[in-house]
């Protein structure tokens, strides 16, 4: 099993920045790749961003490229999401993920979820 903790939410106004946090722990050496999805009031939840945790390699979805940045840092079992240039569509529960498998955008392929952390940006 793998444990994830997500961390670093919280009110922003439009065109500020969060640093989100994952810590993940357990059964890490399983780990392959880890995402960030967020989930909308009222919507479903989507992909955001995903990291392969050997190489690094990263992928996002086209409404968040070039202002968020997800990252990793291995000794530290620990995956980060900088959010900068925030807008109030950016408002959602963000969930860190985690994958024995290479980088998926579908959520049902990620195994380990952890609880969440909200982030709200005003207007």
């Known amino acids: 099993q793998v444990q994830l903790v997500e961390s670093g939410g919280g009110l922003v106004q439009a065109g500020g920045s969060l640093r989100l946090s994952c810590a993940a722990s357990g059964r890490t050496f399983s780990v392959r790749s880890m995402a960030w999805f967020r989930q909308a009031p009222g919507k479903e939840r989507e992909f955001v961003a995903a990291?392969?945790?050997?190489?690094?390699?990263?992928y996002y979805v086209d409404s968040v490229k070039g202002r968020f940045t997800i990252s990793r840092d291995n000794a530290k079992n620990m995956v980060y999401l900088q959010v900068d240039s925030l807008k109030p569509e950016d408002t959602a529960v963000y969930y860190c993920?985690?994958?024995?498998?290479?980088?998926?955008?579908?959520?049902?392929?990620?195994?380990?979820w952890g609880q969440g952390t909200e982030v709200t940006v005003s207007s």
């Open positions: 990291i392969t945790w050997s190489t690094g390699n990263t």
């Open positions: 993920a985690a994958r024995a498998g290479i980088i998926s955008q579908q959520q049902r392929r990620y195994n380990y």
